[in-house]
């Protein structure tokens, strides 16, 4: 779906404007510096406002970029939010061609009494799941001219690992990404500390504690996020010195 030509029309601007707690406004003084007119990649976009990593971006900073949100009713109510980006309706596959999975649309952790995360990929054949086709990422970006993605927000409840293994890395441009890491090991294989290597192994530093917001929940769930940025891409910082 193209970016829309309508007026916003969000419920709650103010609170989520700057993400759950924070990433995009960290992102942006560590590495981006008001950086304008840039591209932006929201895998996990949920409806498009509630606690989107891109909104920032997008009304501060006049970015433009691609929301990714395979949940019907969740994409479909973002769609409302008229944001001058592309959404497309789609899961990423773990895969590097096209693959039909399990999708639990409630929740991909849970225990007896509660819900422990969104909804994701499952491969514990549960019964509630549905099928549900994805799509290689680079093949999205093709698809969309493989432009320089700036910022990519990766938050898809455990198949994050399994998504960026899919990556021909020397084929994109992706500045810095942002991914959520505290579920990784609990669907598909590889831990935090696995996905550090990996990001070492294909050109990206490791920036330690550059997202540090924090909420009760979070804290509760043990919710981490790291932030990985390109080699020869500088940090404001260093672009001081």
């Not at 840039?38 to 509630?50: H, I, Q, R, V």
């Not at 890491?181 to 920036?207: C, N, Q």
């Not at 990985?228 to 500088?234: P, R, S």
């Amino acid at each position: 779906v193209e970016p829309s030509e309508d007026e916003y029309n969000f419920e709650d601007i103010k609170k989520n404007l700057y993400g759950e707690v924070g990433h995009p406004l960290e992102a942006d003084e560590l590495v981006f510096g008001g950086l304008k007119n840039g591209f932006f990649l929201e895998a996990g976009s949920s409806d498009s406002e509630t606690y989107s990593d891109t909104l920032h971006f997008e009304i501060n900073q006049g970015w433009t970029g691609l929301l990714v949100d395979p949940h019907p009713f969740l994409f479909d109510k973002g769609l409302t939010k008229n944001r001058k980006a592309k959404s497309l309706k789609t899961c990423f596959s773990t895969e590097t061609t096209p693959q039909i999975i399990d999708f639990d649309f409630e929740a991909v952790w849970r225990n007896e009494t509660s819900l422990l995360s969104m909804g994701g990929i499952v491969t514990d054949e549960r019964e509630d799941a549905e099928k549900m086709q994805c799509f290689p990422l680079y093949s999205i970006l093709l698809a969309i001219g493989n432009p320089t993605i700036n910022y990519f927000s990766l938050d898809i409840e455990g198949a994050e690992f399994a998504v960026l293994k899919t990556v021909p890395w020397d084929k994109v441009d992706i500045q810095v990404i942002t991914v959520e890491t505290h579920m990784l090991g609990h669907v598909f294989p590889g831990t935090r500390a696995d996905l550090i290597e990996y990001m070492r192994s294909v050109g990206y530093r490791h920036v330690e504690n550059a997202h540090r917001g924090t909420n009760p929940i979070r804290e509760d769930l043990g919710t981490t996020d790291d932030m990985f940025v390109k080699d020869g891409v500088q940090l404001v910082k260093e672009k001081k010195n």
